[in-house]
């Protein structure tokens, strides 16, 4: 059992760990006010890189001295390279030594990510931790793909760090800097991975490449595998993850932080995080069923309004139902977080993941 | 100058007049959380009879012991009787003197709704204020027309006058019924209407049928006209208007209540009301303007967010945007009714529309 309690320090904000950083795209996480992600006490949220280069793009963060000015979010950011979705989202990519050239998503655009442009866009948008540029492969891929891929990896971490190194902050206070450890599934690789890149004084050390279409029990062997050899004394993040049993699972094996589009994507269509279970709102049970979606996880939305009325705002299309399952997804995984972290701190996580899951997993 | 601020009490709350009341067509007034009309002493909204018929239903506001509940709005609802929509919305519609069929804009479904029908489905949705059915001609209608029209609406509101009379609210609270002045541009058909109404003893009295197509100075012509002639002693409500230019001219005009789409739907249009006028944050001027949208008028969006970050949501699209726009557009009515309300107090109401006119027409 390695699940622990910390902090992270970062200019913006005291961050109680385990967290899990709700995903800001776009300088916004979806169809919810700042105020509201205060609410819940979120002392981080993540943003794109790779959106926030196209959209708004350098110039208006440079303008805005920055994204936390721009968003007006008072707290940490955290932004990854880019990398993942250059990898994922644009067409016409070519991955060289050099770096990645690709064509924007959104008009075609061609530009290229390079490891020091990548530390430039995130002196840009000024986060409080950056990400070095890595190469995402898909899954599965070959042991000798992954291998030497890994290599290239490397040597982008490295040039990231040493860029970060000589480059300065442009808003006067202090970013960080993390390691990505990759390696597919493959124990040797991440094992290597690890060795190679805790050369370097990075500041955190995450785990890419997972949660990418293998099966859970395979990323969990994988996190358990990595956090036996990844730094004590520095923060642990599992990159993109994940499901309210993925992130009790993985603080079980030692991780520190999340990010995941999964409580706001959800959201969106409808599906809301309770501690019965995620539930589909539009199903047509609940057409007229005045309960409250969520009696044990008290949110603005599930102390005010009945699962009918958020159906009803979900069959008539209404922005308000974005707003309010959404409100609900982020309180119900900051609540989750708060209640990781207390029974941490109270010696006492086994027994509440075991109560948790029994009623989270009860109508399955 | 027949500008006046009164109060008008209902179960639910005491409503300062004049009095702006944002439009929730379906149970929500889009993109705005309740807790956010609260922000702006927002004591009254206006809910559809028509949408609300169709959708969520009867059997749902009924389940749901009534609008109110339903939605969590405990402050007053006025809901209209469908008729506007049934002729602007949907298709096959048949009038006759017994009500109007139609057919359902979502479905195709066919439905009559008589003047007795419509106070009934205003029962089950308790609204606080309630509208008799009326008919609403196309802009511009003969005198001809308009007179024998006005013969079956003058009909048909003595009829929801009996059946409301004779039937009773379902939730144990009171609710009120107003009638609805037609006419077109007519004023002697106007006469001829506010004099039929008048003979029964309606809480308050509308003025329907203005705001069509007609020229804003017409409509002013004749809005001051009927209050000439409508009773001092009862809230009289301009439906559907309007503008802030229209907000001003009508209730210096001596008219108490208003309602329209506008401040929430240009919003979703990316058009702000500031107090330099409406502006469009789409613009590309705003592109890196990192200014407040108005200084002068504080919001939770005016607070914290600028021009280009604003514009930015709405180029991405973003849900974000459509909530800071609404949020601020609805602040801006209800501050505009609240300074209208206390410069008519003080005796100073002709100084303060002067000086908001200067401003918000200065970059015309």
């Not at 986060?127 to 291998?147: F, Q, R």
């Not at 982008?156 to 597919?184: D, M």
């Not at 990595?226 to 004394?233: A, M, N, P, Q």
């Not at 102390?303 to 139902?321: D, Q, V």
């Amino acid at each position: 059992m390695k699940a622990r309690a910390g902090l992270i320090n970062t200019f913006h904000s005291e961050i109680e760990t385990p967290v899990f950083m709700p995903v800001g795209t776009m300088g916004t996480v979806k169809a919810i006010e700042n105020r509201e992600l205060d609410e819940f006490n979120t002392k981080i949220i993540l943003g794109n890189t790779y959106h926030l280069y196209l959209r708004p793009g350098m110039e208006v963060l440079k303008g805005a001295n920055g994204l936390h000015k721009f968003m007006n979010w008072n707290n940490s950011l955290l932004t990854d390279s880019g990398g993942f979705q250059v990898f994922s989202l644009s067409s016409l990519k070519k991955v060289s030594d050099i770096g990645v050239t690709f064509s924007s998503h959104i008009d075609g655009s061609k530009h290229l990510f390079t490891p020091e442009k990548v530390i430039e866009i995130q002196r840009v948008i000024g986060s409080d931790i950056m990400m070095p540029l890595d190469e995402c492969l898909p899954y599965p891929s070959e042991w000798k793909a992954v291998s030497k891929s890994l290599s290239r990896t490397h040597n982008w971490e490295k040039r990231c760090y040493e860029y970060f190194k000589n480059s300065e902050s442009l808003y006067g206070y202090e970013q960080n800097l993390f390691s990505i450890c990759q390696g597919s599934i493959y124990k040797d690789l991440r094992r290597q991975s690890m060795e190679v890149l805790s050369e370097l004084d990075f500041k955190g050390n995450a785990i890419g490449g997972l949660a990418v279409g293998e099966k859970n029990e395979v990323m969990y062997d994988i996190v358990d595998y990595c956090t036996d050899f990844l730094s004590k004394e520095k923060p642990r993040y599992l990159m993109g993850v994940g499901t309210p049993v993925d992130l009790l699972e993985c603080v079980e094996r030692g991780i520190d932080m999340f990010d995941c589009v999964m409580p706001t994507r959800n959201a969106r269509h409808g599906r809301l995080f309770t501690t019965y279970g995620e539930i589909n709102i539009k199903n047509a049970k609940y057409h007229n069923d005045f309960n409250s979606p969520d009696e044990e996880c008290r949110t603005y939305t599930s102390e005010n309004f009945s699962l009918a009325y958020i159906r009803h705002l979900f069959m008539s299309k209404e922005i308000l139902g974005f707003q309010l399952a959404t409100l609900h997804n982020i309180g119900f995984y900051q609540n989750l977080m708060k209640n990781i972290r207390e029974a941490i701190k109270q010696d006492k996580y086994l027994e509440f993941k075991k109560s948790f899951l029994e009623k989270y997993l009860s109508k399955n």
